[in-house]
């Protein structure tokens, strides 16, 4: 396949694909978020068009803590870090309401730029690409340098499906040029069991 045929299958299996799940990794560095946390790594299901949970570890004051969050049509809660007991928490004191993972993918796909396939190995493309750093709001929220050339790869199966993407660089103003983010999808429109606490 072409790179645009690739990217236009792919484009229609994200559109199509009412849930999935990812993970998020960090190497040289880590995602900020409002009141000084610090996602080093998450995890989380994600079902369109408002529900989403995730797991998180989270640096907060140099201490590592972990917290889950849910966010079930326009209702939010959060674990508290000592207990892990969820608490009904209101939008405002959300740490996570400035991002928005249900959004990434469709977002990067909106305006990439320069993308080529890099290799293809077992029925897997491997795309580079660069993208404006604005795009990336929905994974890291408002705490962005703006209007920035971010380099980004793409794993993409032949099915059309987003197995990984890295994005390389400086995103955020405390990352720096070795930090690397990577995304691991999985569970394209697989049933998710929801529960409020």
Do not use: C
């Not at 949970?53 to 209702?75: G, V």
């Not at 059309?160 to 995103?171: A, D, E, L, R, T």
């Amino acid at each position: 396949m072409s790179v645009q045929e690739l990217l236009d299958l792919s484009n229609q299996k994200i559109s199509n694909s009412q849930s999935f799940s990812f993970i998020l990794n960090h190497k040289n560095g880590f995602t900020s978020l409002p009141g000084g946390y610090k996602i080093s790594k998450a995890e989380g299901d994600i079902e369109k068009p408002d529900k989403l949970q995730i797991k998180a570890e989270i640096i907060s004051n140099n201490f590592l803590i972990k917290l889950s969050y849910l966010s079930l049509e326009n209702n939010y809660w959060i674990t508290n870090p000592i207990n892990f007991e969820w608490i009904k928490t209101p939008e405002e004191d959300n740490p996570f309401k400035n991002i928005n993972p249900i959004n990434i993918i469709s977002d990067i796909f909106t305006e990439i730029e320069d993308e080529s396939i890099s290799s293809v190995n077992k029925g897997l493309y491997e795309i580079s690409a660069k993208i404006n750093s604005n795009n990336l709001k929905s994974l890291v929220g408002d705490i962005i340098i703006p209007n920035e050339k971010i380099n980004l790869s793409l794993i993409i199966k032949d099915d059309g499906s987003v197995k990984k993407i890295y994005i390389y660089g400086k995103v955020q103003p405390e990352d720096n040029y070795e930090t690397i983010r990577e995304i691991n999808f999985e569970k394209w429109n697989e049933k998710i069991s929801w529960q409020q606490p």
